[in-house]
């Protein structure tokens, strides 16, 4: 079956620099997305791999190793409006996006 | 500029009624796509559309239907809503199969 997994809920401090970690195991593998929900609203996209290495985006920077299945989102300088969950998502062999459950993070003052 | 609408915002429904979300896009984007949120679980797919005139389905289409006429709108139908199908539901669209996609504001659906 397909899988995406990562960290329920994570805390971390303003100003501070926090990673969160996700794993996947999919039929093929056509990149993987990182997006931001706030609650109750809807997603809003961050960041795209399909290669190997890491995207960097002003605070937000995505990591992606495709041979172990593991990406991770590093956001740096945290402020209070970065609390949100952030979802992973991987394009499988048919371009349908296979979604995690999200983390939650809250930044604390 | 719009990008996605979605209507109703949130709706509460009786079991057994028929129910139809509209969702329309305004980016002249090729690919649609319905979602379903539960606490706990990841978006899930219900059904897609790569191009107007075109449909599919997702993980969990059981007892919903899609219909593309045009590009700009993907309405989805609960032919006879059960409890299960309290939900959030966000519609989406891309440029193509292979791009990001973008989230309309959802509908909150209860069906008692």
């Known amino acids: 079956g397909q899988n995406i997994d990562q960290p329920t809920e994570m805390t971390a401090t303003e100003g501070a620099i926090v990673q969160i970690n996700c794993t996947y195991q999919?039929?093929?593998?056509?990149?993987l997305f990182w997006y931001q929900q706030h609650a109750g609203e809807a997603p809003t996209f961050l960041s795209y791999?399909?290669l190997d290495g890491l995207e960097e985006k002003g605070r937000f920077s995505s990591f992606l190793s495709r041979s172990k299945g593991y990406s991770y989102l590093l956001l740096k300088e945290l402020q209070m409006k970065d609390s949100a969950s952030y979802l992973c998502a991987v394009m499988d062999s048919n371009y349908q996006l296979i979604w995690g459950a999200g983390t939650k993070l809250i930044i604390k003052p | 500029i719009a990008g996605i609408t979605q209507a109703p915002t949130s709706q509460i429904l009786a079991a057994g009624r028929r129910m139809t979300l509209r969702c329309t896009q305004d980016m002249r984007h090729n690919a649609m796509y319905w979602y379903r949120q539960d606490l706990g679980l990841g978006l899930r797919l219900i059904h897609y559309?790569?191009?107007?005139?075109?449909?599919g389905k997702g993980e969990v289409p059981d007892g919903y239907s899609v219909s593309r006429a045009n590009t700009d709108d993907f309405p989805l139908t609960l032919a006879s809503a059960v409890p299960s199908q309290t939900s959030v539901y966000f519609c989406?669209?891309?440029?193509?199969?292979?791009?990001?996609?973008?989230f309309g504001p959802g509908t909150r659906l209860t069906v008692l």
């Open positions: 989406a669209s891309s440029a193509s199969a292979y791009n990001e996609q973008f």
């Open positions: 999919t039929s093929g593998f056509n990149g």
């Open positions: 791999n399909v």
């Open positions: 559309s790569n191009t107007a005139g075109t449909t």
